[in-house]
């Protein structure tokens, strides 16, 4: 298994700009998750997904959208970039309900937003 | 509200010696705490878990200890290695249906030769 998968690794985007940060799971994990980590913030959950068809907001989803088409992919959409949005990404996953409700996070995207 | 806290930003501790890392949570119905490792540059990592029926956890050179009457939750790291050297954030899972997880700010741990 490749576990989670992230891309791009780095991203430099300008004010208004708007992309999308893949996240990919091959273990058939239900919970997929977004976060974003900043110096001195910890990390802050943005959108999840308890399933396919089915996302809901975090602590802080403003400016960015989700869908979750498949269990396998949890895009996370910019549709307007902002200095603000400078961060580090991380995606997660994991399976409530099955006695270990870990997740497991992929390596995470640098967005620099000028 | 909820939150999860740890107590210092940063803690410094000789290789060979015990670290203890500790995290308070405000929501006395959190039922599930997880302990993550971050080393520079990549994703949390799991490093033990523990629920709200029991008190201590122990693993392998970790022991994970919850005092649920102060909503205290400390992580023990025996005869520490470089390699432990991370930031360490504790989670508390705010709901038993959806796996979501409150984070708290992290503490780094630093342990000199």
């Known amino acids: 298994n490749a576990g989670v998968t992230q891309t791009p690794k780095f991203q430099v985007l300008k004010t208004g700009q708007s992309m999308t940060l893949q996240c990919a799971q091959d273990m058939n994990h239900e919970y997929m998750s977004w976060y974003r980590q900043d110096p001195g913030m910890g990390l802050r959950l943005i959108h999840y997904?308890?399933?396919?068809?089915?996302?809901d907001q975090g602590e802080v989803p403003n400016g960015y959208n989700v869908s979750r088409s498949t269990t396998e992919d949890f895009p996370l959409r910019l549709l307007s970039a902002a200095p603000s949005q400078t961060s580090v990404y991380f995606c997660?996953?994991?399976?409530?309900?099955?006695?270990?409700?870990?997740?497991?996070f992929g390596p995470g995207t640098r967005l620099l937003v000028l | 509200g909820e939150s999860v806290g740890l107590h210092l930003p940063t803690l410094s501790v000789q290789e060979g010696d015990n670290s203890i890392i500790n995290c308070a949570y405000s929501?006395?119905?959190?039922?599930?705490f997880i302990w993550y490792k971050q080393e520079s540059g990549k994703g949390p990592q799991f490093i033990i878990d523990?629920?709200?029926?029991?008190d201590k956890r122990q693993g392998q050179r970790v022991t994970v200890l919850l005092n649920k009457t102060v909503k205290h939750l400390s992580l023990q790291i025996a005869a520490t290695q470089p390699g432990d050297s991370a930031v360490y954030f504790c989670?508390?899972?705010?709901?038993?249906?959806?796996?979501?997880?409150?984070f708290g700010q992290g503490t780094t741990l630093q342990v000199k030769p």
């Open positions: 997660a996953s994991s399976r409530p309900g099955h006695g270990k409700e870990t997740q497991y």
């Open positions: 997904s308890v399933g396919a068809g089915i996302t």
């Open positions: 929501n006395s119905a959190s039922d599930y």
């Open positions: 989670a508390e899972r705010a709901s038993s249906n959806t796996g979501k997880l409150i």
């Open positions: 523990i629920r709200s029926n029991m």
